[in-house]
């Protein structure tokens, strides 16, 4: 079983930064592989961001590289989510989830995830 619990969302102007942070806890086999993925009103899921907790190797989507960034404490039991110069259709529930194994792409499939943590962007 793994727990995982988001915050630092919240409501922000086009071009200004938030971080989430996920506090996660239980197996750390079940936490191997992290990620965020997102879900805006009308749309699909998208995977934002995948990490390789083991060794570190992480992917991004192509709509966020070079803004968001992926990371994790030193105690590999927070993860984070960097997201600078933030744009309107970033809006969205944003979700810390977990899994196994899987960490070599962007996925949204993962059988653990937390309740979200709303990301609105204004223009």
């Known amino acids: 079983q793994v727990q995982l619990a988001e915050s630092g969302g919240g409501s922000v102007q086009a071009g200004e930064s938030l971080r989430l942070s996920c506090v996660a806890s239980?197996?750390?086999?079940?936490?191997?592989?992290m990620g965020w993925f997102r879900q805006a009103p009308g749309k699909e899921r998208e995977g934002v961001a995948t990490?390789?907790?083991?060794?570190?190797?992480?992917y991004y989507a192509d709509s966020v590289k070079g803004r968001f960034t992926i990371s994790q404490d030193s105690a590999k039991s927070t993860l984070f989510l960097q997201m600078n110069n933030l744009q309107p259709e970033d809006t969205a529930m944003y979700y810390c989830a977990a899994d196994a194994s899987g960490c070599g792409r962007l996925r949204t499939d993962f059988p653990y995830r937390g309740q979200g943590t709303q990301v609105t962007v204004s223009s």
């Open positions: 990490i390789n907790r083991g060794v570190g190797s992480t």
């Open positions: 239980g197996s750390w086999f079940w936490r191997l592989c």
